[in-house]
């Protein structure tokens, strides 16, 4: 009993000095709208729990880290293998910052559905986008701190696309990586970004975030009808919380309480299980790979790159995200008043779901990214045989050329092989004779010409063993302006 006298006694003399508890009293008891006190309402907080795990967790494993070019890599192997806890320590970071960007992800566009960055909470819109783009950054940098393969090829492309850019594009280049390539100076800079200026800047906007939260008061439930004016919101605001409000704590903050718990407890079981995240193979220049993955939330934007037609590239790199982050900026003031609730703007409920379909698929693609080579498909996966059983001589040896010559980087057969070129199982049903051979020897369409490595002979063979890929039961495709080829010769 002495000793909580005691602590009280102090809290007393720090609180008569420090004046927190009746601040904290406001927060706390503030009155909510009845109806806010959702279960849709526990987005942003929960995201707010993660960003202070991620500031914990990150605090331990600057201790650690090397940030230098011929450091950084060996102290995460440090960290995985022999730090005591090291690896759980990195896989709570690194699962905390994917946990991370989809709990804000999900709070966004519940806020968007809700319409809840209508007036008067237009800034707490904006400041939450810089949010984003400050987590997004954070989780730029950190892949890149890796410092393994991923990150050094990542790294080199997104320098590369800056690099595009008309006259102060060199200069950028320079700024990024601190000189014209990637090296001890890259990484200096990246872990300043990432320990100190972004975080400076993401904790000084979550102040202002949660600060516009607080004095705007949580956004009230929304019903289609109710429409929002510049002119009778806030004295509506205010009579809503005066009849029906409740004080956020404990009424609203106890399914936020419950639901950051469930999240804590699935990141910490997670990354138990899952580990964590790289590092993956040391970083060589001389090794070129061809698959450089980024981190899951940036792999739609990696699709996109490598599925724009080439001519587009430069222009669309440059002038898209601008525009993408503008316009997210923009969201209030183009629609800053009247109807709340999703169910009466379909036009708001399409725009999310074309964008989640979009990235949701992208982001798919960007798992197995059928557009690169495969290095090693061929030597893997024989020839299938069902594509030999009863073929000439000839044939035979355009089965064994399109194996040598590594056709199936690219190409499968049999659904094994590359995805970067159509599947050879039916080319005979598509093309003729003549567009098989020019195909080959000419290339195009992103598939190299190899008119020049390979021999007539060799052409002559590959040509008649992919005249044989046509389902038994159709026809070769054949040019019509010619007379059916005699069945010998095909
Ligand atoms: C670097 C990847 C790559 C390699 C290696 C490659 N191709 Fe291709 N190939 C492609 C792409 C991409 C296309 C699609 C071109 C287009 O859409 O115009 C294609 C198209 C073709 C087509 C037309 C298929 C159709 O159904 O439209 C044939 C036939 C073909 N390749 C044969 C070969 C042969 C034979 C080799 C080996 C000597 C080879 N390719 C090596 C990428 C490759």
Redesign the pocket.
């Known amino acids: 009993m002495a000793v909580m006298q005691r602590i009280k006694a102090v809290g007393a003399w720090l609180d008569e000095r420090l004046q927190l508890g009746s601040t904290i009293a406001e927060v706390a008891e503030h009155p909510v709208p009845r109806s806010s006190a959702s279960w849709w309402y526990i987005f942003g907080s929960a995201t707010l729990v993660v960003l202070i795990m991620q500031i914990v967790t990150g605090i331990c494993l600057a201790t650690v880290y090397t940030p230098a070019a011929n450091g950084a890599w060996e102290s995460l192997i440090y960290l995985n293998y022999q730090q005591p806890l090291g690896w759980y320590i990195r896989a709570l970071h690194g699962w905390g910052s994917n946990f991370m960007v989809a709990l804000m992800l999900v709070h966004m566009v519940q806020v968007f559905l809700f319409g809840a960055h209508k007036y008067p909470r237009e800034l707490t819109w904006v400041a939450g986008i810089v949010l984003l783009l400050c987590t997004l950054g954070m989780a730029f940098t950190g892949q890149v701190l890796r410092f393994d393969q991923d990150a050094y090829w990542g790294l080199g492309i997104g320098a590369s696309i800056a690099g595009r850019s008309p006259l102060i594009g060199p200069k950028i280049v320079d700024l990024i990586l601190g000189g014209p390539i990637i090296a001890g100076e890259t990484l200096s800079r990246f872990f300043a970004l990432h320990v100190f200026v972004i975080p400076g800047l993401l904790l000084a906007f979550v102040g202002l975030h949660l600060f516009l939260v607080l004095r705007l008061g949580i956004n009230e439930w929304p019903m289609p009808g109710r429409i929002v004016t510049r002119e009778k919101y806030r004295q509506q605001y205010k009579e809503l919380v005066q009849r029906d409000g409740e004080p956020f704590f404990p009424f609203a903050a106890q399914k936020d309480i419950v639901f950051a718990g469930l999240i804590i407890l699935s990141l910490v079981v997670v990354a138990a299980v899952m580990g964590p995240i790289g590092p993956g193979g040391q970083p060589d220049p001389t090794i070129i790979q061809t698959v450089p993955r980024p981190d899951f939330f940036f792999l739609w934007l990696f699709s996109v790159f490598a599925l724009l037609p080439p001519w587009t590239e430069t222009f669309l790199m440059l002038v898209g995200p601008p525009i993408a982050i503008g316009l997210l900026f923009a969201v209030p003031f183009l629609s800053g008043t009247g109807e709340k609730s999703w169910r009466a703007r379909p036009f708001a409920v399409v725009i999310v779901t074309l964008i989640l379909l979009a990235i949701g698929t992208l982001t798919w693609l960007g798992t197995y990214s059928p557009w690169s080579?495969q290095m090693e498909a061929w030597t893997e996966a024989p020839v299938p045989p069902d594509y030999l059983k009863g073929r000439t001589p000839l044939e035979l040896q355009g089965a064994i050329?399109?194996q040598y010559?590594?056709?199936r980087?690219?190409?499968s057969l049999g659904g094994q092989g590359?995805m970067?070129?159509?599947a050879?199982g039916d080319?005979a049903a598509?093309?003729t004779r003549d567009e098989?051979i020019r195909?080959?020897v000419q290339g195009?369409?992103?598939?190299?010409a190899?008119g020049k490595n390979?021999s007539p002979a060799e052409v002559n063979a590959?040509v008649a063993f992919?005249g044989t890929m046509h389902p038994a039961n159709e026809p070769p495709a054949r040019d019509s302006a010619k007379p059916a080829e005699p069945a010998a010769s095909q």
């Open positions: 080579p050329l399109i010559k590594q056709c980087n690219c190409h590359g970067r070129g159509p050879l080319t598509r093309l098989i195909q080959i195009g369409g992103n598939m190299p190899y390979l590959i992919l």
